[in-house]
């Protein structure tokens, strides 16, 4: 089994819809990240969250939101799905252990097309 | 603010190949620089780091020298396979950034044979 786990893979929504991508993992780490990846952008943060109580804005928070339900779960919802929030989107984890390295253990990504 | 710059790609190969992927970089002091490599499918994963001046990160054939003056982490490997195709992300940590991460724009590597 995977360490970071994202469900759904793949989805498709319409406008306005209302989306959650949750993320979990088996790590142990305290730090948990959302990305997305657009083509010729590359990964860009949307949320990242050091531990249970701490939620931070990434650069481009606009239109998302998180929850950190526990240690091991990171959700990211869309209230208002739109089309240009099609994309592929990452979650990721880290360990404040290792703040130093910078090493990062990212999922296998939630495609989301919205129409 | 902090940012990666990466050659365009994609790179096309042939097998054996040598490789050389650019990667500049901006920042204040003195970063942690890495490379991370997504292979089709799947999630970006941690391919070699480097993280003070000077420094040499290599894994799987693959080599990247930390250039403070230059402000360069090109990634290199003398021969390349077709299973080393993937797409490859430069980034780079900001000291006290925790594991925030800024990434360039990726280069998309075809090696064929």
């Known amino acids: 089994d995977a360490d970071v786990t994202q469900t759904p893979r793949n989805r498709i929504t319409k406008t306005g819809k209302r989306i959650m991508l949750e993320c979990s993992q088996t790590k142990g780490h305290d730090r948990m990240y959302w990305y997305r990846q657009d083509p010729g952008l590359g990964l860009r943060l949307i949320y990242y969250?050091?531990?249970?109580?701490?939620?931070n804005k990434g650069e481009i928070s606009d239109g998302y939101s998180v929850s950190r339900q526990a240690q091991a779960k990171f959700s990211l919802s869309l209230e208002s799905a739109i089309p240009n929030q099609t994309a592929l989107y990452f979650c990721?984890?880290?360990?404040?252990?290792?703040?130093?390295?910078?090493?990062?253990?990212f999922g296998e990504g939630s495609r989301l097309t919205v129409l | 603010g902090d940012s990666v710059t990466q050659m365009e790609g994609p790179v096309t190969l042939s097998e054996e190949a040598f490789l050389t992927i650019n990667c500049t970089y901006t920042a204040t002091g003195y970063p942690s620089l890495f490379w991370y490599v997504q292979y089709p499918g799947e999630g970006l994963q941690l391919l070699l780091k480097a993280t003070k001046a000077d420094d040499k990160g290599s894994n799987k054939g693959f080599e990247a020298t930390y250039r403070k003056e230059t402000t360069s982490f090109h990634l290199e490997k003398g021969s390349v396979q077709v299973s080393d195709s993937a797409v490859y992300f430069c980034a780079l940590k900001a000291p006290g950034g925790g594991n925030k991460l800024t990434f360039g724009t990726g280069t998309q590597l075809k090696v064929e044979l």
């Open positions: 969250s050091f531990d249970v109580k701490d939620i």
């Open positions: 990721a984890t880290g360990t404040g252990f290792n703040r130093n390295t910078g090493e990062l253990f």
